[in-house]
């Protein structure tokens, strides 16, 4: 069967997320954000995966490099720059249109040259006051080497004309935007008009501010952002601690070679060419862009109405929970589970509080893998620390572009007597996961956390995500056992309920998929249903392309990279695969085996990729509670019947939504949302 390259499989995702910035239906500024998400998604993929095929590529020699797909590795690169062109010639063209519908509705986004006489005293006021103080223009001369340029921030490339001077001079200004340096700057204006700047424009209304010692007869800024490899090294040294090593390896990756400059379209060679040689880059390595970079920023555009947000849905409370009572009891009588962001993570928060404070409770294990900038969770372990607990974090450290938030993490939980365990070289600690111990009756009664994302309070805002609560004591003990595994690695173990890879999780899955097989061809239902963010492993591919063969149904949702190849979605097809792109991004994993009838349902922290299979460690839990499946089965049924949100995957290239047909419009994520809300 046809395997889809992984990097175009991905491009084919961000450009959903792009159309979601397209459609008119979306609220005029989440249009803007979308953009944002859009592209932070492509700056990180070329920092990763463009990065890696560059890397792959240097290796060839006279040997043809492929991709674990097969695929040419230099035929793929060309590929995914085309693309990527293609999609930036979009992403421009909707930003304007964007632009042109919010001054219908009065929202005006205002360059440098069409303020009022009040909004350039505004502006020049705060370029005095806010932003002078941060920057120091770098002079860039032909002789000598260029200062480093992180990939953290947009600069302003300079080129003054100096009168009588036989060249232009030229200078790069690093632009001061943060996470306490806004990017937009709401303007003085009429009630009627809302009006906002961004800093960019500020700094280039105040160039004379900044140079005006040199005697130039003309001045002109233009923005360029710089892409790096984002490998992170960490070395081998067995002197140093793993924390150590991070945080040099941290600084190593700060100064990653450059991949790609994107630069204004209207910069003057000489000044492109000054770069492009600085930087040693080549033009393959160079893309001509709008006046504007690094425009992720535009997920923090100012609310400036609310009629132009999606409406504020509040997170509901789990029925069978109640506030200022203990789970704890509640999950000794039923299990229970969790499907964030329409629930609220404020019970996680409270089941962690509970136990931090909770005399009977002895003990608290916690796995970590991203956290809240100013992290509840971490808050909360450490006054469980200080109220006598044993305390017991597994963080792993090599959580891509979070890694210094998870220093910063251990070095709190550490400093409060918590014991810190960190994942091993080449197999990262994935698995969400908490362990409760409790002293009841004279007997030790373990609790189990088993969810699919991370415990961070912001995110669970804005991810779909499950988590099941329960008191089932071969789960917990199952729980309890991955817990001295990562204590004492050497120890070999066995689970009773519990998947846990990098050890049992392919070989269980398979065996579940050739039971399908086996029994489709004896004539028996069959059929594999699965939700996940990506699926690119090959061997399960190749595997579920043999059980459609075989007559296997198969359904599945998937958000990201879908390197399967589907029919498709017609009724009479074997294999079926959609993905969903909507407010939330669609991050809960599911699989369901029709199993001979005995039918097995798993929540899980892994997707179907190598990575999470054989090189970390992730939990699948089955579900047993009859409420919960039927939860569970209705999830995916709303799910695969939307029609509004919902892309075929058989046309990738094209991302083409599901048709509707007969059915009425559904548009899941609106559709659980009332679902839960009914249960209440």
Not at 315 to 338: G, M, Q, W, Y
Not at 402 to 420: C, P
Not at 453 to 473: I, S, V
Not at 584 to 596: C, K, P, Q, V
């Amino acid at each position: 069967m046809q395997i889809n390259n992984r990097e175009l499989s991905w491009l084919s995702f961000n450009e959903r997320v792009l159309q979601e910035a397209q459609d008119k239906t979306v609220p005029l500024i989440q249009r803007l954000r979308f953009l944002g998400i859009f592209s932070n998604n492509q700056d990180e993929f070329i920092k990763v995966r463009v990065a890696n095929l560059i890397r792959m590529n240097s290796l060839k020699g006279e040997k043809t490099i492929k991709t674990v797909e097969g695929y040419p590795v230099q035929d793929i690169l060309e590929q995914v720059h085309a693309r990527m062109e293609k999609s930036e010639q979009l992403f421009s063209r909707t930003y304007r249109e964007i632009l042109a519908e919010m001054e219908k509705n009065n929202l005006f986004v205002l360059n440098e040259k069409q303020l009022t006489k009040r909004q350039i005293t505004f502006c020049r006021d705060y370029f005095s006051r806010e932003i002078n103080p941060l920057i120091v223009p770098l002079l860039v001369r032909k002789s000598t080497k260029l200062p480093f340029l992180s990939d953290k921030y947009i600069y302003h490339a300079v080129r003054m004309q100096i009168a009588h001077a036989k060249h232009p001079r030229f200078a790069i200004i690093r632009m001061p935007v943060n996470s306490r340096s806004p990017r937009f700057i709401e303007l003085p204006s009429t009630r009627a008009r809302k009006e906002i700047i961004f800093i960019d424009d500020i700094i280039r209304l105040c160039l004379d501010k900044i140079f005006f010692m040199f005697h130039y007869e003309a001045i002109s800024a233009h923005t360029f952002k710089l892409i790096r490899d984002a490998q992170l090294t960490v070395d081998d040294d067995i002197t140093k601690s793993l924390m150590e090593k991070m945080e040099e390896g941290l600084e190593s990756r700060m100064h990653g070679d450059p991949v790609r400059l994107i630069y204004d379209k209207t910069m003057p060679g000489d000044l492109l060419e000054i770069l492009i040689s600085k930087l040693k880059l080549n033009h393959f390595q160079t893309q001509a862009g709008g006046r504007y970079h690094m425009l992720k920023h535009l997920m923090q555009f100012p609310v400036v109405d609310e009629k132009f947000e999606y409406e504020s849905l509040p997170a509901l409370p789990h029925p069978d929970l109640t506030p200022f009572s203990s789970i704890l009891e509640v999950i000794r009588e039923k299990d229970i589970f969790f499907n964030f962001p329409y629930h609220t993570f404020d019970h996680v928060i409270d089941l962690l509080r509970e136990a931090a404070i909770d005399p009977k409770v002895e003990k608290i294990c916690m796995t970590l893998y991203r956290t809240a900038e100013r992290s509840k969770v971490i808050n909360v372990l450490i006054s469980a620390a200080e109220n006598g607990k044993e305390v017991i974090v597994m963080e792993e450290l090599m959580a891509r572009f979070d890694e210094e938030q998870n220093v910063e993490n251990s070095e709190k939980l550490l400093k409060a007597g918590i014991k810190v365990i960190h994942g091993f070289k080449g197999l990262k600690i994935h698995a969400k996961l908490i362990y409760i111990e409790r002293k009841e009756k004279r007997e030790v009664k373990g609790y189990a956390y088993i969810g699919t994302g991370n415990f961070n309070e912001t995110t669970a805002r804005l991810y779909t995500d499950f988590g099941l609560l329960t008191y089932d004591a071969e789960i917990t003990q199952d729980v309890k056992t991955v817990f001295d595994f990562l204590v004492n690695p050497h120890k070999q173990v066995h689970y009773k309920q519990l998947i846990v890879s990098p050890y049992y999780m392919r070989d269980t899955f398979e065996k579940a998929i050739r039971n399908e097989i086996k029994n489709s061809r004896k004539g028996k239902e069959a059929w594999i249903y699965a939700k996940m963010n990506s699926l690119t492993d090959v061997e399960i591919i190749r595997l579920l392309g043999k059980a459609a063969e075989a007559g296997v149904k198969i359904k599945l949702i998937i958000r990201g990279a879908c390197c399967l190849q589907p029919e498709p979605a017609r009724e009479n097809s074997p294999m079926k695969a959609i993905s969903i792109v909507d407010k939330y991004l669609e991050h809960a994993r599911m699989i369901m085996f029709h199993n001979g009838g005995d039918e097995k349902v798993y929540i899980l922290s892994a997707d179907w990729m190598t990575r999470n299979l054989d090189n970390r460690i992730e939990a699948a839990v089955p579900v047993h509670a009859p409420e919960i499946r039927e939860t569970i089965w209705d999830v995916f049924k709303i799910q695969w019947n939307d029609t509004v949100k919902a892309r075929d995957l058989a046309y990738q290239d094209e991302n083409r939504y599901t048709t509707k047909g007969n059915k009425p419009a559904c548009r899941s994520q609106e559709a659980l949302y009332e679902y839960y809300k009914n249960k209440i």
